[in-house]
């Protein structure tokens, strides 16, 4: 068992947010979901306090080594989420993290207020990977706007508050001391990386959301770079995540100081890929080669 902020864990992998509908994976593979589930704990898709459509299509992107999307994190809102998700998810045989994310202080205040008081709720994560409509920085860019943000929201909850970083930010690092001050229980990264595809003959751009966000294999190594220096620089938890879709790949983002690793993209591929990643990495340290390079041959 790992303890992660007080919540018990039975091994350290956990789905990243937005990339494992739990809520459909149980009607497409019914109670064998709940028997054999591939993750430690559960980490929702973003909820906003108003219900959202999402964006426009095409949503996503196939890269060489990797998918940019722009969904647009739609989802039913704080009242739909309560009632109809919620339910759902408490099923789940594992801890369940919420992630929310809000336009302005105020908005992230009444998510965090809302979900304190449910007894389901192990944990938040907070996605400040969007503008603040009062400012006009991005949240999670500026060391500043995560201060004020924790200042207002950590009062509200006892239950263990995650910073979600996004890597669009210069200093990251500095980002993550300013959440660690402000009482963050851990932080988690990276959320994707902002990037754009031409549609091949008219040359504009090919996402209804013009850009979108990068994930998967290609984005494995600014990671692995983010997760160290944010580790290095923090001593709270840190939730490191970006293209792991092996044992292999998790093991680098331990050693780079990684309490817990989140497998995201890896998921549409294969849904098992949490519990498979979970036993490569127990494989593996509980029996190394002595010949061999362990699991770093494999993280390539
Ligand atoms: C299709 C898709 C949807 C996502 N939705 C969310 C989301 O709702 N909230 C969030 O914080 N991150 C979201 N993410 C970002 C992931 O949680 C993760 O930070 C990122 O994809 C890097 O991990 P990966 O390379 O293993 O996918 C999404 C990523 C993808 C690919």
Redesign the pocket.
């Known amino acids: 068992m790992i303890d992660f902020c007080g919540i018990e864990l039975a091994h350290p992998i956990i789905n ?4 494992f509908d739990a809520v459909a994976a149980r009607r497409a593979f019914g109670d064998a979901l709940i028997e054999h589930f591939p993750f430690a704990a559960f980490v929702s ?2 909820v906003t306090v108003a219900p959202r459509q999402g964006n426009p299509p095409p949503r996503l992107w196939e890269l060489p080594a ?2 940019m ?1 722009s ?1 647009g ?1 739609p989802n039913k809102g704080l009242e739909g989420y309560l009632t109809e998700d919620l339910p759902r998810l408490a099923e789940l045989p594992v801890p369940l993290i919420v ?1 929310v994310m809000g336009f302005s202080r105020d908005e992230v205040a009444q998510l965090v207020t809302a979900f304190a008081q449910r007894d389901e709720v192990a944990a938040l ?1 907070l ?1 400040v ?1 969007c503008p603040n409509v009062e400012t006009g920085l991005v949240m999670g860019a500026d060391p500043g706007e995560v201060a004020r943000l924790m200042d207002a929201v950590r009062p509200l909850t006892h239950k263990p508050l995650i910073v ?1 970083l996004t890597p669009n930010a210069s200093d990251v690092a500095a980002v993550a001391i300013a959440a660690e001050r402000e009482g963050a229980s851990a932080v988690s990264l ?3 990386i902002r990037g754009m595809a031409l549609h091949p003959r008219t040359k504009e751009p090919w996402l209804g959301g013009t850009t979108g ?1 990068v ?2 294999p290609a ?1 494995r190594a600014v ?1 692995l770079a983010q997760v160290r220096s944010v580790a290095e620089a923090v001593a709270i938890p840190v939730i490191g ?4 879709s092996h044992g292999g790949h998790a093991a680098d983002l331990i050693a780079a100081g990684a309490a817990l690793v ?5 998921s549409f591929r294969d849904p098992a890929a949490g519990a498979r990643i979970a036993a490569e990495l127990g494989a593996a340290a509980a029996a190394p080669h002595p010949l061999g390079r362990g699991l770093v041959g494999l993280s390539r």
């Open positions: 990243a947010s937005g990339t898709k973003t990797g998918l999307n969904i994190l992630n994560e996605n990977s979600k990276i959320n994707t966000g994930s998967g984005v990671a995540m970006g293209g792991v989140a497998v995201g993209t890896e």
